[in-house]
C-alpha cells in the first residue's frame, strides 16, 4: 500500500509539471511576437537634446540684467549662502570664504582658508561676470571647486546676488555701463 500512495504522489506532482509546461507553450503560441531587430529599448533623449538651442530662451547680457537688479531681493537669496559663508566685514571664514569685498578681490586669497587647488589655479579677480558665471554653476566654473552648491538657475536672482555683493566693500567696483545705477 505504501508504493500506491507514493505513485499516486509522484503522478500528481509530473501531472502538475506537465500542465505547467502546456499551458507555458501554448501562451507563447498565443502571445507571440516577431524577433527583436535591435534588442533593448530607446529611451528618450534629454529635455535639452530634444528642444534644442532655438527653444531656449535667451538670457539678458549681464549688464542689462544688473540694470533691473534689486539689492534687497540679492540680500534675501543669499540666505541659503549664510550657512557656509560670512558677509559681515571682517568676520572670518566658516565652511566658505567671507564674501565681504569678494567683487575685485583674487580668486583663492583669504588667509586661513583651505581652497580647492582648482580655485588656486583659476587665477584672477573676481568679476560681476565671473562671479555670474560661478553662482550659476561653481562646478562648471571651477572644475574641481569643493563648494557643493548645485547653481543658481535664474538668471535675474543672480544679477540680485550679484548686486547685493556689490554693496559688501568699503570702496565698490563700479557696475558695468549699462547697469550704473
Not at 563648494?147 to 558695468?176: C, N, W
Amino acid at each position: 500500500m505504501f508504493s500506491f500512495e507514493t505513485n499516486k504522489i509522484a503522478g500528481a506532482i509530473l501531472g502538475s509539471l506537465l500542465l505547467a509546461m502546456g499551458l507555458g507553450v501554448i501562451g507563447q503560441m498565443i502571445f507571440s511576437h516577431p524577433p527583436l531587430v535591435k534588442p533593448g529599448y530607446d529611451l528618450p533623449a534629454p529635455a535639452e537634446a530634444t528642444e534644442g538651442a532655438a527653444a531656449t530662451p535667451a538670457v539678458a547680457p549681464l549688464p542689462a540684467r544688473l540694470a533691473k537688479a534689486d539689492v534687497s531681493k540679492g540680500e534675501a537669496s543669499t540666505k541659503a549662502c549664510q550657512a557656509c559663508h560670512n558677509f559681515e566685514k571682517g568676520a572670518g571664514p566658516k565652511v566658505g570664504p567671507p564674501l565681504y569685498g569678494v567683487v575685485g578681490r583674487p580668486k583663492g586669497s583669504i588667509p586661513g582658508f583651505a581652497y580647492s587647488d582648482a580655485m588656486k589655479a583659476k587665477g584672477g579677480d573676481w568679476t560681476y561676470d565671473d562671479l555670474d558665471q560661478f553662482i550659476a554653476n561653481p562646478k562648471g566654473f571651477v572644475n574641481g571647486t569643493k563648494m557643493a552648491f548645485a547653481g543658481e538657475p535664474d538668471p535675474q536672482k543672480r544679477a540680485d546676488i550679484i548686486d547685493y555683493l556689490h554693496t559688501l566693500s568699503d570702496s565698490p567696483v563700479p557696475l558695468p555701463a549699462a547697469a550704473a545705477k
